[in-house]
């Protein structure tokens, strides 16, 4: 029995769920009434919140562009396809909240809660970025999922492009241990350097490393 499916609105459904995850990660900034009685200070004592919502906005952006260079080579989906994709998005989703929890132990003075919000938010990332790249891998061997004129080699090169990531974030964790503030900004440099290099590749590989 035949168990595939148009991908067409698979994209669509998940391009929903990028959309409101990037929304509601700003919604979670927010000055406290008690700030507006020095308000230039307290815009700038939210810089967690800026820093946490930067990462995690280009990190989706990233994800976003390598999920479309997934899907734009699918004639259909089957229904490993649709698990993974589901899995996927139930993290994307999930990212505001570690993002919250990650910009507010940053204003703490204590290191455990930093340490602890620090490790659980690059957790979080480590799981999009295995997923993501798990579910290239399996479409790369899946040849009657894609369109016509595409090879697995195209899948197999954007695996390639996303996998390192994932090693990548394993280091900034073990970093996170002892300098949970400098792993912030390596998760930071990674999310943007993952957006640059697919615009310099001329859009033709996008990808999430």
Request: a negative charge; zero cysteines.
């Amino acid at each position: 029995m035949d168990d595939r499916f148009s991908s067409v609105r698979l994209e669509a459904f998940s391009d929903g769920i990028f959309a409101i995850a990037t929304t509601l990660l700003v919604l979670e900034i927010a000055v406290p009434e008690s700030g507006f009685d020095d308000l230039w200070q307290a815009i700038r004592d939210h810089w967690p919140s800026y820093l946490a919502y930067t990462t995690s906005f280009f990190t989706i952006g990233a994800l976003w562009t390598a999920h479309h260079g997934l899907f734009r080579r699918l004639e259909s989906a089957d229904a490993r396809i649709l698990h993974l994709n589901l899995l996927l998005l139930w993290v994307v989703a999930f990212l505001p909240f570690p993002t919250k929890l990650a910009a507010e132990a940053l204003r703490h003075e204590s290191d455990d809660p930093e340490r602890a919000a620090v490790l659980f938010y690059g957790g979080a990332l480590l799981v999009i970025s295995i997923v993501m790249t798990a579910m290239t891998l399996y479409a790369a061997r899946r040849r009657d999922l894609l369109k016509e004129g595409v090879e697995p080699e195209e899948l197999h090169e954007l695996s390639k492009r996303i996998r390192p990531t994932a090693p990548f974030y394993g280091l900034i964790l073990l970093l996170a241990l002892v300098a949970p503030r400098a792993a912030v900004w390596l998760f930071l440099g990674l999310a943007l350097a993952s957006v640059i290099a697919p615009i310099r590749s001329g859009g033709r590989r996008p990808s999430a490393d």
